[in-house]
Nanobody, 122 residues
Framework: VQLQACGGGLVQAGGSLRLSCAAS????????VGWFRQDTGKEREFVAS???????????DYTDSVAGRFTISRDNAKNMVYLQMNSLKPEDTAVYYC?????????????WGNGTLVTVSS
């Protein structure tokens, strides 16, 4: 599975961005997809995840700091995953990565895409 993320950029605090991640290869084996972020000098952190299949309304999870502001979604027909980010804050500044895994639970993510930089100015 290959993942390609895009959509980052510079935005003012309170603004919005939508990140996109295109999946290719053996996507039929994917169980879940997620977004992570890493700011300079910090550990990579989980942002959001969703099941890859199961129809609309599949389970989604968010880290507390983005819940209510970010929305993860997917389009299986297009093999795309999105992260809609609203009410952005300077602390959301980071390189954002999409990832996919073949197993559920607390299993590790097996595939990682390139990062896309999000910069939120105050």
């Amino acid at each position: 599975v290959q993942l390609q993320a895009c959509g980052g950029g510079l935005v003012q605090a309170g603004g919005s961005l939508r990140l996109s991640c295109a999946a290719s290869g053996r996507t039929s084996g994917i169980f879940a997809v997620g977004w992570f972020r890493q700011d300079t000098g910090k550990e990579r952190e989980f942002v959001a995840s969703t099941r890859w299949s199961g129809g609309r309304g599949g389970r989604t999870d968010y880290t507390d700091s983005v819940a209510g502001r970010f929305t993860i979604s997917r389009d299986n027909a297009k093999n795309m995953v999105y992260l809609q980010m609203n009410s952005l804050k300077p602390e959301d500044t980071a390189v954002y990565y999409c990832a996919a895994k073949n197993s559920g639970g607390y299993s590790r993510y097996d595939y990682w895409g390139n990062g896309t930089l999000v910069t939120v100015s105050s």
